[in-house]
């Protein structure tokens, strides 16, 4: 399932996220590649230890912990820390899948990558190409943000950012590990969830909802680890 959450961090934050990325020390993207990737991959990225890191991906952790939607496709169980890249003209990502396990070098902890996430810092205006192309058994979705909104993938997909023509293209990008191994287990939750929230609003707690609502946490029960 492909999920576009919109408005997870609010103008004042990317202002201020795009004013501390202005200034700050770039390192080739190559370094955090694997041989596969590295051959396709010329984007910049924050360095993990870089002065602003920390609070800049706090701020975009915090954003998507409070965000309903995210908290119901992902049901986090680790969300690595956010990275931040940049794709100035000429830049691009070619086709590849992240890998398996990432290591999060500033927690010393390794996570499984169930969930990829971008986040859009630039308004789609502002720059030419620079779509992610996500490929799965439909095909393949282009997706550009307005800045802001954030894309979810699974991450057995293959994907692409495709070379920026004009402008450059900033965004936080990141993997969670769900509690919920299973894309297909995850996408029934979702769809169950946003069902019983709708149904609750109409209809308030009625004993169906309260059923459905126990048939949700029945199910998380039986494929949450
Ligand atoms: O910049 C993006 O949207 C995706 C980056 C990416 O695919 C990666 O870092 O593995
Ligand atoms: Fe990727």
């Given amino acids: 399932m492909m ?52 609070e800049l991906s706090g701020m975009v952790e915090a954003a998507l912990r409070r965000h309903p939607l995210f908290l119901s496709a992902a049901i986090p169980h680790i969300i690595l820390t956010p990275r931040f890249n940049a794709y100035e003209t000429g830049a691009q990502f070619g086709n590849h899948i992240d890998g398996a396990l990432q290591t999060d070098v500033g927690r010393g902890i390794v996570a499984r990558t169930d969930i990829s996430t971008t986040l859009f810092l630039v308004e789609p205006e502002d720059y030419d190409g620079g779509d992610l192309v996500v490929e799965d058994t439909y095909g393949a979705h282009e997706v550009k943000l307005p800045a802001g909104d954030a894309i979810l993938y699974p991450s057995t997909s293959l994907h692409r950012v495709e070379p920026v023509t ?4 900033l965004a936080s990008f990141l993997w969670t590990q769900s509690r919920v191994r299973d894309e297909a287990h995850r996408r029934m939750l ?11 609003s109409e209809q308030g707690d009625t004993p169906e909802v309260v059923s459905l609502t126990g048939l949700y946490h029945n199910l998380l029960r039986q494929w949450a680890s």
């Fill in 3 to 54: 999920l576009h959450i919109p408005e997870v961090l609010t103008r004042d934050e990317i202002a201020y996220i795009r004013g501390k990325l202005e200034t700050a020390r770039w390192q080739d993207g190559r370094s955090s590649a694997g041989p596969q990737a590295a051959g396709v991959k010329s984007n910049a990225q924050l360095p993990h230890d870089a002065p602003e890191a920390a």
């Fill in 190 to 200: 979702f769809e169950l969830d946003m069902t019983v929230l709708k149904l609750r």
């Fill in 166 to 169: 004009r402008g450059v293209r």
